[in-house]
């Protein structure tokens, strides 16, 4: 089970700690805006996700299997 909070949400990751939950600090939040979803959507671009150097490679995306 996963949670997002900020990290300025300390009552929030206080909470989470107490549960047993643990930070996942490996992990990188990234996002992307209309324009970029725009932009993506007009360059027709479908690559595959990069390997992984700890999980191996790239799986197709979905309806690419």
Same mark, same amino acid.
């Given at each position: 089970?996963? @949670? /997002?909070? =900020? &990290? @300025?949400?300390?009552?929030? #990751?206080? *909470?989470?700690? /107490? =549960?047993?939950?643990?930070?996942?600090?490996? @992990?990188?939040? *990234?996002? =992307?805006? %209309?324009?970029? #979803?725009?932009?993506? /959507? &007009? %360059?027709?671009?479908? &690559?595959?996700?990069?390997? %992984?150097?700890?999980?191996?490679?790239?799986?197709? =995306?979905?309806?690419?299997?």
């Amino acid at each position: 089970m996963e @949670w /997002a909070v =900020l &990290d @300025w949400n300390e009552p929030a #990751i206080k *909470f989470y700690r /107490a =549960l047993g939950a643990k930070p996942m600090h490996e @992990w990188t939040v *990234f996002r =992307l805006t %209309s324009d970029g #979803i725009a932009r993506l /959507a &007009d %360059s027709g671009r479908v &690559d595959q996700v990069p390997p %992984s150097p700890k999980h191996g490679a790239a799986r197709p =995306l979905a309806g690419e299997e």
